[in-house]
C-alpha cells in the first residue's frame, strides 16, 4: 500500500475549544464517531449527527478535519494506536509479528463498523506509520533483504486487514443473519452425502468444527512460514524464534460471533 505522510503543519487547526460547556477536539469526534459507528454504523456518521451527539454546532468538526472522510482516517488510525498500544519488540521476530499481526486483527475486530470502513485506507497518520516501522522493523532485523522485507511485509499488513475486514463484516451482520450462516455449515454441509459429495461428507466433521471461526490466525502462520524460508534463502541472521514459542495450534482463535461471547479478544488490547 502507497503511504502519503500528512505533515502535521498542513493539517486543520485541533486546539481545544468550547462549545455549550463540551471541551472539544480531535480525540473527542474520533471516540465519538467509533461510538456512533458502532451504535448506528455508516449512516450514523453524518456532521449533523455527530454535532447532536458531542453536544456542538455541526460546523464545528471542521475545526479539526476537512469532514467525515477525514474523520473516517483519523478513525482508521487511532484503531491502529490501539493495536500497538503496550507492544514491544522482543528481538524474536517471529513471535513479534505474530503478536502485531492478531494485535492488528484484534483491534479492528472490537470496532467491526469501523473496520468494514477503515480497513482498506491509507491515511499516512502517526499511529498508521508506527506500525509500518514497526513490521519493517521485524522483517529487517530478521536479516530479510529490504527487497524481501517489503515483499513480506505488503503480504503481512494486506493479510491482517483483510481479514479484519472479513471477519468484522460478519460481526456486523443481523444476529440472526449471522446465526443462519453459521447454522448452514451443520443444518447443510454435513447432511451431504457421499455418493455426491464424497470429500465435503469425508470432512465434514472438521468443516462444522473450524468454518464458523477465522481463517486469520492459520493464514498468519503460513505467512510466517513463508518468511522464514524467505528468510533462510537469503542467509538471514536475525534470531530464530525460541523453543516452545506459541503457534497456530497453541494461538487462540479469532472466532466469527458475537463480540460480547464468542470473539477472540487479544488479552493485552484495551478495551476502548
Known sequence: MAKKVVPEGERRRRKPAKAGGVVLS???YIETALRMLQEHGRDGLTVRRLGAAIG?????????FRGTDDLLLAVGDELAGRALRG??????WRAD???LGLRIHSAYLAHPQAAILTASRVSGRSHEIAADEAVLGVLRGAG?????AVRVYHAFIDQALAFAALDAAALALPHSA???DEAVWQATYARLPAATHPHIAATAPRLVARMNTSAYPTA?????DSAEAARQSSGGSGPRERPGANNEEGTVRA?????STGRRTDPQEPRP
Open 26 to 28: 480531535e480525540r473527542l
Open 255 to 259: 472466532a466469527r460471533a458475537d463480540p
Open 87 to 92: 507492544w514491544a519488540a522482543t528481538g524474536d
Open 178 to 180: 449471522r446465526a443462519a
Open 144 to 148: 530479510l533483504p529490504d527487497a524481501e
Open 56 to 64: 456542538a454546532d455541526p460546523s464545528s468538526l471542521y475545526r479539526y
Open 220 to 224: 498468519l502462520e503460513m505467512l510466517l
Open 97 to 99: 509479528l505474530r503478536e
